[in-house]
């Protein structure tokens, strides 16, 4: 790996904990409700989004009651989004005459955005019209990395309060991540990136005459919006469908950095965030450094991958931009797979495989290494959980978490948020491969072949979004079976654990002595990376080594897919 | 039951154990355990495909030996279990004989009738004399006798229990050396204590503990998604290889040893031999718990309420010193002393008359009086002697200063500042004050001392290392209070102590999430050991105490509290340990097997790629299925004594103790099955049965 690319790595990192830890601040602040003194000016604006839609901020809500508000909040807007683009056809902003889409490739879509997932079974600058893009995607891209906000607040809550039961307010939670959080720095990011040429624009596609005398298509659009979000919003969900490779999305260098530099920023400043919410800074500190422990090995193994290359090929710049070379598409596809993010610099089928290796388990892991905004923390909450309840019963005292005790009710919840996403995982590709819905899809034979499908179902069950290219996606079957899959996979952890927070919030609260298992030291940090990649590995070695192993092993042996 | 000095089991406990486990074959025993029950399945399922193939004639002897080792993982589980039952069986046997066919002499309508004991019910009155068994549960009305005990405690000095007051309480299966007593009979038969503690012995109700059912929740959810890994290995395998001989050689016996292999067996069969055993370790310190809630409770307590006396000081306070006020010399004040304690029959009252003897060499020559001893009493917390000689009465009176200085200035003296200082000097240094007067004048202070413990400190110590807070209870002065608190080394404490004020400290710490535990034996205790997340009653204390409680304490030893929380902790270290150890044991297993299961597919020169996993070089797929499946059950009989005698405590902080148990357990789990599967395949090879 030549110099200035381990320059440009140690740069990278250093930037972003330099922006993640003030803006983790930020967000505790926000969320706290206590609005620094610079962005207050738009209070008002928050006022009259109350006032309109009759919402009252200030009512703290049970558990249920902020499920029950999150759930139908959510519901409309798959509603909503599924009617729009059926019927793009008759709405405004659709300069290239774009046909409504079919009731499965809206279903598929619209349970993308909502979920926070940006799965795409479509190409964006060939079947959608502007106005589908922003009104229609672009608020869920916004809304939905809100709603992951909001959930990290009502953890937090969950484990300061005491005997209290309330987790605060969704209305509130949700406006004030958008329009203080997402909002501000989306409009930062586009500005940035429009500097450096990314497209902002309204007017319809451009037709070149090519020196040969052929008519060549310029599609164009309001990207430079849609794609901070996408990045910040841990979205992922390309203007282009060539996503980020597509040099309008992403042209110069800098405009790869900042995008890479946004993937990984919120998911981190989240986990500074719950710490400060938390008033325990270290506890952020640590979590973050267990998903610093998880992830640079796995950068670390994809790099030495990449840059070995393949036996009978120099460099293996195949489905990479030249403009980015191995290590910044390495570096952004461990991101984007970390962060549930899911935006693709390069065609991830066209990595080694075991930089692939590397991608998939990040996903398998269920998005919890950085993850996706909010989720990617409150994952790992989960895998907390199980880690406590068994240091706990490790050192002899009844398991708890910042003192509070984590019982059967936690303990099962936390298991069903945890297994059920693998349990549709392993189902679903063992079905897919047996089955002509699943096969015909595949472009590809032998273990590559079940990488696509495995990558397929982890990416939508873990919301993150980004293909390993190479599957057709587009389908009745797989469109409906994947919109599923990202439903499921958003909720079945979404909603235990805002039950779990609400029980824990009833709780006492155990006072430390050194009977109590601490949760900010370096014991804590590699037991949590143990159990996640136990459990990760332990569910998923099978089917990894019949895939991305295999094709190693294949490789190095002189066979390839 | 008799103190249990057996080894952790002898032969006989052993071939017990053994058929035990044949009887725990029946499918209803089986379904009270997921993760075995899930075994037993896969047993019986290989066990027919087996005797199909035998009648086929197209007969393996490696289905044969998966099946022989299934059955074997089940045998060995229900073996365990049957090994930590039987102990409290043959304790419960014990104390059944205890109360076998016992006959009461009820008295009714002022005569004695013979009754049997199972006719005796709340509110009769009996008696019973020397030598006589007592039938039933009771409170002494009318009497004084001495008892022997040891059937129920193990413990051969008889005591004292006597009508009134705080040792009134008899139980059934327990003897009357001496003397008339006449009983209340306070509990229904087949509800007294002895049937009380029978049940718990043997675990008849045993309840499951929380952090039970959450381990019970987690072990049903890894078996869950095992059984899923297993079966959606079929759909894998089929895509990867179009070979039938391959896609068949993923066969139903080799998917149930894959499956048996991953799911938690270790933890999952040793699971109620765990628990089982912690009930009994408590048993062996002769302490009974109600339930195994109150055990695992013990585990979390962090405050601990001990009293001051027969914990942490020896019970006798002995007096050290006279010092007499001003213009008092020290044999009138010696003399004084020993007078006032001449009926004194309580060790302090000794420890005076014998310091006087010995050091000022005083005699009193009392004959010729009349004597009035008046007892000390909590309201008047004095005692002394009326000598009433030729007319005259001298009353000598010794007690707590501010009870003196009542009764002093109450008969016209008054209180000199010169005791006051005495008072609190003796005081400072922990010491208990009490002042000597005779008639309205004060004589002086004799200092009792209060002898710590010796090791108490720093046992109190590791206690704080393990996070556990102590507060000493004592009826003393805060003065004296706060000189013994230093001395013993305990983190608080409660002076001048009531019932009320306990209860209103447990509550308080219990509102900040603290667990208390405390140790009690009187009547006005009972409300304090209900309210505290973990009370010991003392055997010797009265019905009430016995009923608030959730632990008995046999031997009535205050110091065991502090054992009652380690077997509370090991409890829970086992557990986890075992958990973690059966969690890291699959790595190896899937190293062993999917090796074998993925050796023919994806072959590039004669040879699977897949088998490069095989990274123990096992000699072939069934050698190497069948290592796993034989380890898989082998371990579980080499943790039976684990599970028996609980994972070593170490009073140490939380840190330390999971880094070592995560090393031992967690560490150890991954290395260990690899070193023995492939132990198990070379023998196999030897022994050429693959």
């Known amino acids: 790996m030549p110099r200035q690319d381990v320059l440009s790595l140690v740069i990278y990192f250093i930037g972003l904990i330099f922006l993640a830890y003030p803006l983790g601040t930020y967000i505790s602040r926000v969320l706290e409700g206590d609005i620094p003194a610079f962005i207050r000016w738009l209070k008002p604006l928050e006022g009259i989004i109350y006032k309109v839609t009759g919402c009252n901020p200030g009512t703290d809500q049970k558990a249920r009651h902020y499920l029950k508000d999150l759930l139908a909040f959510n519901l409309a807007g798959l509603i909503i989004l599924f009617t729009l683009l059926l019927t793009q056809g008759m709405l405004p902003l659709n300069p290239q005459n774009f046909p409504g889409l079919t009731w499965d490739l809206a279903f598929n879509t619209a349970t993308s955005f909502i979920t926070n997932t940006n799965w795409q079974a479509y190409s964006g600058e060939a079947s959608l019209s502007y106005f589908s893009q922003m009104v229609g ?97 841990t979205n992922g969900g390309g203007f282009f469908g060539m996503n980020s490779a597509h040099p309008f999305e992403n042209p110069t260098p800098f405009s790869n950095f900042l995008q890479v530099l946004a993937i990984l920023l919120i998911p981190l400043a989240q986990v500074f965030a719950f710490g400060r ?40 710049l195949e489905g990479k931009e030249v403009r980015t070379g191995i290590t910044d598409s390495v570096l952004w596809g461990i991101t984007t797979t970390a962060a549930s993010n899911g935006s693709v610099n390069a065609m991830h089928s066209s990595f080694t495989p075991l930089a692939a290796l590397a991608f998939i388990f990040q996903i398998l892991t269920g998005e919890v290494i950085f993850g996706g905004s909010g989720s990617g923390l409150y994952g790992m909450a989960l895998y907390a959980i199980i880690t406590l309840f068994l240091a706990g019963l490790m050192v002899g005292r009844s398991p708890e978490w910042l003192g509070k005790k984590i ?60 293909a390993y290219a190479g599957l057709s996606a587009n389908s009745p079957v797989l469109n409906t079976v994947f919109g599923l899959c990202m439903l499921i996979g958003r909720f079945v952890v979404l909603i235990p654990i805002v039950l779990i927070a609400g029980n824990i919030s009833f709780k006492k609260s155990t006072p430390v002595s050194s009977g109590t298992f601490p949760t900010d030291g370096p014991l804590f940090i ?36 | 039951m008799r103190k249990n000095t057996k080894p952790l089991f002898n032969s006989e406990d052993v071939i017990k154990a053994i058929k035990d486990s044949f009887t725990k074959l029946s499918p209803k025993v089986q379904l009270q355990n997921f993760v075995m029950f899930v075994v037993y399945l896969g047993a019986i399922l290989t066990s027919l495909i087996t005797i199909r193939e035998i009648a086929s004639g197209n007969f393996s002897s490696f289905n044969l030996q998966i099946t022989i080792w299934l059955w074997f993982t089940v045998l060995f589980a229900n073996f365990a279990e049957a090994l930590a039952e039987g102990k409290g069986k043959a304790q419960a046997e014990s104390l059944r004989s205890a109360k076998e066919n016992l006959t009461a002499k009820r008295i009714k309508g002022g005569k004695e009738e013979v009754v049997s004991a199972t006719s005796l019910h709340i509110g009769d009155h009996y008696s ?158 002769n302490v009974i718990a109600k339930s195994g809630k109150a055990v695992e409770a013990a585990g979390d307590v962090d405050v601990l309420l001990l009293d001051k006396t027969g914990t942490i000081t020896l019970g006798n306070r002995m007096a050290s010193e006279f010092i007499p006020v001003e213009m008092v010399d ?26 006087a003897e010995i050091k000022f060499n005083i005699k009193t020559d009392l004959s010729g009086s009349t004597l009035e001893y008046i007892p000390f009493a909590a309201e008047t917390r004095m005692s002394g002697l009326n000598i009433t000689k030729d007319g005259k009465v001298r009353v000598m009176r010794k007690g707590a200063s501010d009870a003196i200085e009542r009764f ?104 900040q999430g603290h667990m208390i535990a405390m140790v009690g034996d009187g009547t006005n205790d009972a409300p304090a050991l209900a309210q505290a997340d973990v009370g010991v009653a003392m055997n010797t204390g009265t019905q009430a105490a016995r009923e608030a409680g959730n632990m008995v304490d046999l031997d009535s030893n205050p110091t065991k509290l502090i054992e009652v929380v380690e077997t509370g902790k090991q409890l829970l270290m086992t557990r986890g340990a075992l958990t973690t150890f059966s969690i890291s044991n699959d790595v190896a297993k899937y190293f062993a097997i999917l090796p074998a299961i993925f050796a023919g597919i994806y072959v590039v020169k004669g040879r699977g790629v897949l088998e490069g996993l095989d990274i123990m070089n096992l000699h072939s797929p069934q050698s190497a299925i069948l290592s796993a499946v034989i380890f898989n059950a082998l371990i579980i009989v080499a943790l039976i004594p684990l599970a028996l005698r609980g994972v070593k405590y170490r009073p140490l902080g939380a840190r330390e103790v999971l880094g070592r148990n995560l090393i031992v357990y967690g560490f150890g789990g991954l290395i260990v099955p690899f070193i023995g599967i492939w132990i198990i395949d070379h023998i196999l090879v030897l022994l050429n049965l693959v």
Not at chain 1, 186 to 193: D, E, H, P, R, T
Not at chain 2, 134 to 153: L, R
């Open chain 1, 137 to 233: 995607l672009g608020t869920q891209n916004f809304l939905s990395a809100a709603t992951g906000l909001a959930i990290v607040a009502v953890l937090a809550r969950g484990l300061v309060r005491k005997e209290s039961g309330k987790v605060g307010n969704f209305s509130a939670d949700l406006v004030r991540s958008t329009i203080y959080i997402l909002l501000p720095l989306s409009i930062i990011l586009a500005i940035l990136l429009i500097s450096q040429g990314v497209v902002q624009s309204y007017s319809s596609y451009i037709v070149a005459r090519t020196i040969e005398g052929a008519d060549h298509i310029i599609p164009l659009g309001p990207a430079a919006s849609q794609i901070a979000i996408k990045q910040l919003g």
């Open chain 1, 277 to 316: 919410m938390l008033k325990k800074p270290k506890e952020g500190y640590a979590l973050v450094t267990t998903m610093f422990l998880l992830m640079l090995p796995l950068l670390a193994l994809a790099l030495i991958s990449e840059h070995q290359g393949i036996p009978e090929l120099a460099v293996n």
């Open chain 1, 407 to 466: 019982e059967a009710y936690e303990v099962r919840l936390a298991l069903i948020a945890i297994l059920v996403p693998c349990a549709l995982i392993l189902i679903g590709v063992s079905i897919g491969l047996t089955h002509p819905w699943g096969v015909t899809a595949l472009s590809h034979q032998g273990p590559h072949g079940l990488s696509e499908l495995l990558y397929g179902f982890a990416s939508t069950v873990g919301n993150n979004g980004s």
């Open chain 1, 526 to 561: 590699i037991l949590l990376a143990g159990v996640v990649l136990i459990f990760g590995a332990l569910t998923f070695f099978p089917v990894l080594a019949l895939g991305p192993i295999a094709e190693h092993l294949l490789m190095a042996a002189g066979q390839y897919f």
């Open chain 2, 128 to 285: 019973c004399s020397a030598g006589e068994v007592i039938p039933a549960d009771g409170e002494i009305v009318e009497g004084i006798a001495s008892v022997d005990e040891s059937a129920i405690t193990g413990e051969s000095a008889p005591v004292i229990r006597e009508s009134g007051g705080d040792r009134s309480a008899v139980t059934a299966g327990t003897k009357v050396l001496s003397d008339r007593i006449v009983i209340r009979v306070t509990a229904e038969p087949g509800q007294s204590y002895i049937d009380k503690l029978i049940a718990m012995v043997e675990g008849a109700n045993r309840q499951k503990t929380p952090n039970e059912i959450a381990l019970g929740i987690l072990l049903i959810a890894l078996t869950a998604v095992f059984l899923l890994a297993v079966i959606t290995l079929k759909g894998f395998i089929h895509y990867s290889t179009t070979e039938d001989a391959i896609r068949a050689g993923y066969s139903v016996p080799v998917m149930i040893a894959l499956l048996v292999c991953l799911i938690p067996t270790t933890i999952g069969g040793l699971l109620s031999a765990i628990g089982i055993s912690g009930m009994e370790r408590l048993l062996k310190k």
């Open chain 2, 330 to 355: 020290d044999i009138t004040l010696a003399t004084a002393a020993h007078l006032s304690s001449a009926k004194d029959e309580t060790p302090e009252g000794r420890s005076i008359i014998q310091l």
């Open chain 2, 408 to 511: 002093v200035t109450g008969n016209g003296g008054n209180f000199p500042q010169s005791a006051r200082n005495i008072v609190k000097s003796v005081a400072q240094q922990g010491g208990t004050p009490l002042v000597v007067c005779e008639d309205a004048r004060v004589l002086g202070v004799i200092h009792l001392k209060d002898i710590v413990k010796s090791g108490i400190k720093e046992r109190f110590g590791q206690l704080r290392k393990m996070g556990i807070k102590t507060i000493m209870i004592t009826g003393d002065n805060p003065l004296t209070a706060a000189a013994i608190a230093a001395e013993a080394g305990v983190d608080d404490f409660l002076a001048e102590a009531t019932p009320e004020m306990k209860l209103e400290r447990i509550r308080r710490e219990q509102a």
